[in-house]
């Protein structure tokens, strides 16, 4: 199919929850590409917009404010912030940042319902939902929490987000209850308005499976799936009191569904930008429903189905709005081979990163490019982290562009040298790089960021190996006209990587445009041969990346280790005690202090140990325990260990057990063996 040719483009990144900060895996999923798209369009000098904004309701903001004792407004207000700015540190070239707590926002999405609605495009029905008596409120799917029915984890009632993924409904899950209360829910009838998506089924299909066959596999596939189901209406509206209010009659109550108002945030952040500097911009329609226009929304893996199925249908039942020309969605990314999560605090958050590595904001670009899940599901870890930057931006990048400029400042006084007569492996290496931007351009335009990048570093590899195949310091003594060839090559490649890396590295390529004494590069001059005049001078030279050392690392690495001994502590929660019993019915218990003489693995068994114990009776006492798994046998020979000793026997593995040695149960499950303070006579009795 031949690609249409369009005249602008509308960049959307997908609007974070404004109920916690953004971390590695929001950046290397949506914001680090989408970025470096923006920034490349920017650069060929094709008129772009690139739209962002928080995302402000829905049920996680209402969560944190239950448990933090605000109002979502204030929870909201925090956290928009703190995105925003750290957004700004980060150099994500955002033309708006804004957000669906706006005026503007809530006009504009309850205007595109109620269109939808008057034309008759939503259906209402009424069923049942979970109701939590004790707050006498209708839960959401977020609300209520259980056991996922097919991998047995707990789960929202939406999705099973710490185990299987699988997207779920309220009444799916085992055991269901209310995450603010514990209650058990009841259902009960409610009224709501749904998109009837079954009824754009076929154009779905025909739009995204015959049409946009060149979506990334994972975008395509995931797409197919739920088209080769039936699709079910969806509901748009919620009984909540945060959001947007439903703007029809007999709606008390109720407000839009999130993933209804979210996406609208694009174009009504779009028209706020518009209405501040129409001079600029033009209208908000020309980005939105100008069929000249080419739209690209950038998305995790997570917000597939809302961005490629839910929210065309919303544009198209609408009428007028164009739809998605492409929606590169990555993978998910890990963290230290754990699984990234906001409610456990496994993360590397941007606003802590900015200040913990100051400076230091394209080294975790170039990271994050360098590890993109763009086709599977990769791994963020601090080695890595520190490894990318030592052994490729210092010792490749920064090590290259520091050999040219200082051989050029000892030699010329920082004065860019001519170039002479060339020889074989001048005329190789310029020819290697020639290319350099039909590559790089060819990557990028297929979403391909991580190659595209490779691209860009591999001119920085040409470079080292030209001037230590050179040896221009050998060759000064004996052929200074020589010498300045070199250096002259080696220069124009230093300023193909200023523009090589400018959609990656910004920070990195004004800082050495800075070195080269030069305000600006086009894009158009990538690969070129004359980007810097014999003549020139250059400014002093510095280095361009420092390396990071252990101790840094390992501060990153201890703020996670007592992150998880956080979470594992938080976790713990003892067991409900049980029933009341009598002091009569303890006293039937014979509780004692057994001396371990020997301790030792049951053969063919993984879980018993065999103890033989002295109880102070004069004859040894043998009692199998099940706890193998936690103990190591060798350890308990000589101990002190409580048992009970007027259990019946039992026979086990052919063997008989006289008693049940006592342990108990830390958070982890583990089995611990229980004894006393200080050594008593076998056969003491514990009351």
Same mark, same amino acid.
């Given at each position: 199919?031949?690609?249409?040719?369009?005249?602008?483009?509308?960049?959307?990144?997908?609007?974070?929850?404004?109920?916690?900060?953004?971390?590695?895996?929001?950046?290397?999923?949506?914001?680090?590409?989408?970025?470096?798209?923006?920034?490349?369009?920017?650069?060929?000098?094709?008129?772009?917009?690139?739209?962002?904004?928080?995302?402000?309701?829905?049920?996680?903001?209402?969560?944190?404010?239950?448990?933090?004792?605000?109002?979502?407004?204030?929870?909201?207000?925090?956290?928009?912030?703190?995105?925003?700015?750290?957004?700004?540190?980060?150099?994500?070239?955002?033309?708006?940042?804004?957000?669906?707590?706006?005026?503007?926002?809530?006009?504009?999405?309850?205007?595109?319902?109620?269109?939808?609605?008057?034309?008759?495009?939503?259906?209402?029905?009424?069923?049942?939902?979970?109701?939590?008596?004790?707050?006498?409120?209708?839960?959401?799917?977020?609300?209520?929490?259980?056991?996922?029915?097919?991998?047995?984890?707990?789960?929202?009632?939406?999705?099973?987000?710490?185990?299987?993924?699988?997207?779920?409904?309220?009444?799916?899950?085992?055991?269901?209850?209310?995450?603010?209360?514990?209650?058990?829910?009841?259902?009960?009838?409610?009224?709501?308005?749904?998109?009837?998506?079954?009824?754009?089924?076929?154009?779905?299909?025909?739009?995204?499976?015959?049409?946009?066959?060149?979506?990334?596999?994972?975008?395509?596939?995931?797409?197919?799936?739920?088209?080769?189901?039936?699709?079910?209406?969806?509901?748009?509206?919620?009984?909540?009191?945060?959001?947007?209010?439903?703007?029809?009659?007999?709606?008390?109550?109720?407000?839009?569904?999130?993933?209804?108002?979210?996406?609208?945030?694009?174009?009504?952040?779009?028209?706020?930008?518009?209405?501040?500097?129409?001079?600029?911009?033009?209208?908000?329609?020309?980005?939105?429903?100008?069929?000249?226009?080419?739209?690209?929304?950038?998305?995790?893996?997570?917000?597939?189905?809302?961005?490629?199925?839910?929210?065309?249908?919303?544009?198209?039942?609408?009428?007028?709005?164009?739809?998605?020309?492409?929606?590169?969605?990555?993978?998910?990314?890990?963290?230290?081979?754990?699984?990234?999560?906001?409610?456990?605090?496994?993360?590397?958050?941007?606003?802590?990163?900015?200040?913990?590595?100051?400076?230091?904001?394209?080294?975790?670009?170039?990271?994050?490019?360098?590890?993109?899940?763009?086709?599977?599901?990769?791994?963020?870890?601090?080695?890595?982290?520190?490894?990318?930057?030592?052994?490729?931006?210092?010792?490749?990048?920064?090590?290259?562009?520091?050999?040219?400029?200082?051989?050029?400042?000892?030699?010329?006084?920082?004065?860019?040298?001519?170039?002479?007569?060339?020889?074989?492996?001048?005329?190789?290496?310029?020819?290697?790089?020639?290319?350099?931007?039909?590559?790089?351009?060819?990557?990028?335009?297929?979403?391909?960021?991580?190659?595209?990048?490779?691209?860009?570093?591999?001119?920085?590899?040409?470079?080292?190996?030209?001037?230590?195949?050179?040896?221009?310091?050998?060759?000064?003594?004996?052929?200074?006209?020589?010498?300045?060839?070199?250096?002259?090559?080696?220069?124009?490649?230093?300023?193909?990587? &200023?523009?090589?890396? =400018? *959609?990656?590295? $910004?920070?990195? @390529?004004?800082?050495?445009?800075?070195? #080269?004494? +030069?305000?600006?590069?086009?894009?158009?001059?990538?690969?070129?041969?004359?980007?810097?005049?014999?003549?020139?001078?250059?400014?002093?030279?510095?280095?361009?990346?420092?390396?990071?050392?252990?101790?840094?690392?390992?501060?990153?690495?201890?703020?996670?280790?007592?992150?998880?001994?956080?979470?594992?502590?938080? &976790?713990?929660?003892? =067991? *409900?005690?049980? $029933?009341?019993? @009598?002091?009569?019915?303890?006293?039937? #218990?014979? +509780?004692?202090?057994?001396?371990?003489?020997?301790?030792?693995?049951?053969?063919?068994?993984?879980?018993?140990?065999?103890?033989?114990?002295?109880?102070?009776?004069?004859?040894?006492?043998?009692?199998?325990?099940?706890?193998?798994?936690?103990?190591?046998?060798?350890?308990?020979?000589?101990?002190?260990?409580?048992?009970?000793?007027?259990?019946? *026997?039992?026979?086990?593995?052919?063997?008989?057990?006289?008693?049940?040695? #006592?342990?108990?149960?830390?958070?982890?499950?583990?089995?611990?063996?229980?004894?006393?303070?200080?050594?008593?006579?076998?056969?003491?009795?514990?009351?």
């Amino acid at each position: 199919m031949e690609q249409k040719q369009f005249k602008r483009t509308t960049i959307t990144a997908a609007l974070p929850y404004a109920n916690g900060g953004v971390h590695i895996g929001h950046l290397a999923g949506v914001y680090v590409p989408a970025d470096i798209y923006a920034r490349y369009l920017r650069l060929k000098k094709q008129e772009v917009v690139f739209i962002g904004g928080s995302d402000e309701h829905g049920v996680p903001v209402t969560q944190r404010a239950r448990k933090e004792g605000i109002t979502p407004q204030d929870v909201v207000d925090r956290y928009h912030k703190i995105i925003k700015d750290s957004f700004e540190k980060f150099g994500i070239s955002f033309d708006i940042y804004s957000r669906t707590t706006s005026d503007i926002h809530h006009k504009f999405a309850a205007d595109f319902f109620r269109k939808l609605y008057d034309d008759g495009k939503l259906v209402e029905q009424t069923t049942k939902q979970f109701y939590d008596e004790k707050t006498g409120k209708f839960l959401t799917d977020r609300d209520v929490v259980g056991e996922c029915p097919y991998c047995h984890k707990q789960a929202y009632g939406n999705q099973c987000e710490e185990g299987c993924g699988r997207a779920l409904e309220p009444t799916e899950l085992i055991n269901p209850r209310s995450k603010e209360t514990g209650e058990i829910p009841v259902l009960k009838d409610t009224k709501n308005w749904y998109l009837p998506l079954n009824e754009y089924q076929e154009w779905l299909k025909e739009w995204i499976l015959e049409n946009h066959k060149e979506w990334r596999p994972n975008v395509y596939g995931q797409c197919k799936s739920w088209l080769d189901m039936d699709l079910q209406p969806r509901a748009m509206t919620r009984d909540l009191d945060w959001g947007i209010p439903v703007p029809v009659a007999d709606a008390e109550g109720k407000v839009l569904y999130v993933w209804f108002d979210a996406p609208i945030g694009y174009i009504s952040n779009t028209k706020e930008l518009c209405d501040k500097e129409p001079e600029k911009w033009g209208s908000w329609e020309k980005w939105w429903q100008d069929d000249d226009t080419r739209l690209v929304h950038f998305i995790g893996k997570d917000n597939i189905v809302f961005h490629c199925l839910i929210f065309p249908v919303m544009m198209k039942a609408h009428g007028k709005y164009i739809m998605p020309d492409n929606v590169p969605s990555n993978e998910f990314l890990n963290l230290e081979n754990d699984k990234i999560s906001t409610s456990r605090n496994w993360a590397v958050w941007l606003h802590e990163y900015l200040e913990d590595l100051p400076g230091k904001q394209d080294v975790l670009r170039y990271v994050l490019t360098a590890n993109a899940p763009e086709s599977k599901d990769n791994n963020f870890t601090w080695k890595n982290f520190q490894d990318n930057n030592n052994n490729e931006l210092v010792a490749i990048y920064g090590n290259f562009v520091n050999r040219a400029l200082q051989l050029t400042k000892k030699y010329w006084g920082g004065v860019v040298p001519a170039c002479g007569e060339l020889t074989e492996v001048d005329s190789a290496t310029l020819n290697e790089f020639k290319d350099v931007k039909a590559k790089v351009e060819e990557l990028l335009d297929t979403f391909k960021f991580r190659d595209a990048q490779k691209e860009a570093m591999n001119l920085a590899r040409i470079g080292n190996r030209y001037i230590t195949e050179c040896e221009p310091w050998k060759v000064w003594k004996t052929d200074p006209k020589r010498v300045e060839t070199i250096l002259n090559i080696s220069l124009q490649l230093v300023a193909n990587l &200023a523009i090589a890396f =400018e *959609p990656f590295l $910004p920070f990195s @390529s004004a800082k050495l445009r800075g070195m #080269l004494n +030069i305000e600006t590069f086009e894009w158009e001059q990538l690969g070129q041969t004359d980007l810097i005049k014999a003549g020139h001078q250059l400014a002093e030279p510095e280095l361009l990346f420092e390396k990071i050392e252990d101790d840094t690392i390992q501060a990153q690495l201890d703020k996670l280790e007592a992150t998880k001994k956080a979470n594992e502590a938080a &976790a713990y929660k003892a =067991e *409900p005690i049980k $029933p009341i019993v @009598s002091f009569e019915d303890f006293e039937k #218990l014979d +509780i004692r202090v057994g001396h371990v003489k020997n301790c030792e693995k049951v053969k063919k068994s993984k879980k018993l140990l065999q103890f033989t114990l002295d109880d102070g009776t004069g004859e040894d006492r043998t009692i199998l325990s099940g706890i193998a798994e936690w103990n190591n046998p060798e350890d308990l020979v000589g101990k002190q260990v409580l048992f009970v000793a007027n259990f019946a *026997p039992r026979t086990m593995m052919g063997m008989e057990s006289q008693g049940m040695i #006592l342990s108990a149960v830390d958070h982890d499950g583990s089995l611990r063996v229980t004894s006393v303070l200080r050594e008593v006579k076998p056969g003491s009795q514990v009351g």
